[in-house]
């Protein structure tokens, strides 16, 4: 009965991956299409040429790495080579790009200084990391690293690309771990690397990077069927989702995996991970906040006093659940946070009412849908690139970075309809769930291109087991990855 509930939960899974790569593809085609046809960047004829020229150069790229031989030394060397190149790489466009702060990039580099200089981050209730206490998680982050190298800029930048090139080995393993195909391994650290709307935002003071790293640890350590690596991977939660909170996502669905894949055969061992998991994670969290609290930097330690703020945002029709500037000025932001809450509360009813009349809701979830995951992100403005070049210039890079987002998203959608007939490591459905819990949160609350950064390493594992479904000899009857552990 146990087996049955996990096939038929595996089955639903692949049905849901192949329907979010389905629209993922879709709304990047559209997408693709007005940029072609609306000349959005350069002219029809030459971006035709550069997305066929970069979806050429991708293959070949793919292809080379997929056919090198797997031995020790040839993979140390290709690993080597390919993490120094994407470190010059984004070292290089750290300094291509300005190194001034907007937004709330501007908001943690100033107050991580303030607070250093042992000034307050808030004056009243409704400042910014008062009513988003969490964010101070990663405002500590900020000062300890002022602390430790001064208000210099580059510091933060450089650490970016250490937690970026720590994230393509983590991605690399992850993919080892899954698949235990090389090829999927190197492909996957390569898609990664050029993702230039991935890579774009590392000249920024962001908490992406950073998480991202420790979000990649706790997929890796929740394959393992230790208790211990349970337990570690409640640690490397904690820490991410203080970083950046998107724990609730990962919580849901570790609870879900749990109890379809890992308290079926021993319930008592099952339940011992889990509940070590939760209670690490808890103590972490509910721990840091106090002390948050006893220092005197945070008195709302890492509580999130605004959560209505998101529906605002999120459920704004005319904006598609995006940063709306005239729905901002509707609110007086020097208002108590009580006064504020009773305001985001009307104006969140106001949006439903207006979604339940029209009937809008569908297309709004879709309509959110395409900015997040189908079209091009908003990292590349985040960036200021076009602050210190030539508006040919940005349009040039414009189109290159969505021209390889493009491509590899059809590879995902390739990479979903080869795993639908393929038994793999239950342990991927783990990640599939937190994506799809992540995707679900989404369409509701506020979006931006730049929110997908967390999960493009999931998704170019999913496009490199589609590309080496390509290029892969043809063997004996075989229906499945070689894998170590349970196959569903």
């Known amino acids: 009965m146990t087996e049955k509930l996990a096939a038929k939960m595996t089955g639903l899974i692949k049905a849901c991956l192949i329907i979010f790569a389905g629209l993922m593809a879709g709304g990047a085609l559209i997408t693709t299409k007005q940029v072609i046809l609306g000349a959005a960047w350069t002219s029809p004829k030459r971006s035709l040429f550069i997305f066929v020229l970069v979806a050429i150069l991708i293959i070949a790229g793919c292809w ?122 190197r492909i996957s650290l390569f898609l990664l690397g050029i993702n230039w709307e991935w890579l774009a935002l590392n000249n920024r003071v962001t908490n992406q990077y950073i998480a991202t790293v420790f979000f990649l640890l706790t997929w890796i350590l929740l394959l393992d069927k230790k208790t211990s690596s349970w337990i570690l991977a409640g640690v490397t939660l904690a820490i991410g989702n203080m970083l950046r909170p998107l724990s609730l996502v990962f919580i849901a669905a570790i609870i879900v995996f749990a109890l379809i894949y890992r308290l079926t055969n021993n319930w008592r061992q099952g339940c011992l991970r889990l509940g ?81 009349q029209h009937h809008l809701w569908l297309k709004l979830f879709i309509k959110k849908f395409f900015i997040v995951w189908s079209n091009p992100s908003n990292t590349l403005n985040f960036s200021l690139f076009a602050k210190n070049h030539s508006l040919k210039t940005v349009n040039q890079v414009n189109l290159w970075a969505y021209a390889i987002t493009v491509v590899e998203i059809l590879l995902t959608l390739l ?44 998704l170019v594992i999913i496009a490199a087991v589609g590309f080496t479904k390509l290029v892969a000899k043809k063997k004996p009857k075989t229906n499945n990855f070689e894998v170590v552990g349970d196959t569903l």
């Open 276 to 356: 070590g998991l939760l209670l690490v994670y808890l103590v972490i969290t509910l721990s840091c906040g106090a002390l948050i609290k006893q220092s005197g930097l945070n008195e709302y330690g890492l509580s999130n006093r605004d959560t209505e703020w998101k529906f605002v945002i999120g459920l704004n029709y005319p904006s598609t659940g995006s940063y709306s500037q005239p729905l901002v000025k509707e609110f007086n932001l020097k208002n108590s946070r009580q006064a504020m809450l009773k305001q985001e509360k009307q104006v969140t009813q106001r949006h439903i009412k207006y979604l339940n």
């Open 64 to 185: 080379l790495l997929a056919v090198l031989p797997d031995q020790k030394t040839t993979n140390y060397l290709v690993l080597g080579v390919l993490l120094v190149a994407f470190a010059l790489l984004m070292i290089a466009w750290i300094y291509l790009t300005p190194a001034k702060q907007t937004s709330d990039y501007h908001t943690f580099w100033k107050y991580g200084q303030q607070a250093v200089a042992g000034g307050p981050i808030y004056y009243h209730d409704n400042n910014y990391f008062a009513k988003w206490a969490y964010q101070t998680g990663f405002l500590t982050y900020v000062m300890a690293v002022i602390k430790l190298f001064g208000a210099n800029i580059r510091s933060i930048q450089l650490l970016n690309v250490l937690w970026q090139i720590l994230s393509l080995l983590l991605t690399y393993v992850l993919a080892q771990k899954l698949f235990h195909q090389v090829a999927i391994s």
């Open 415 to 458: 990479g979903a309809l080869v795993l639908a007939f393929k038994k793999y490591h239950s342990g991927f459905n783990l990640l599939l769930l937190t994506l799809f819990a992540y995707a679900a949160a989404q369409v509701i609350i506020e979006v931006q291109g730049r929110y997908r950064i967390e999960f493009v390493p999931l």
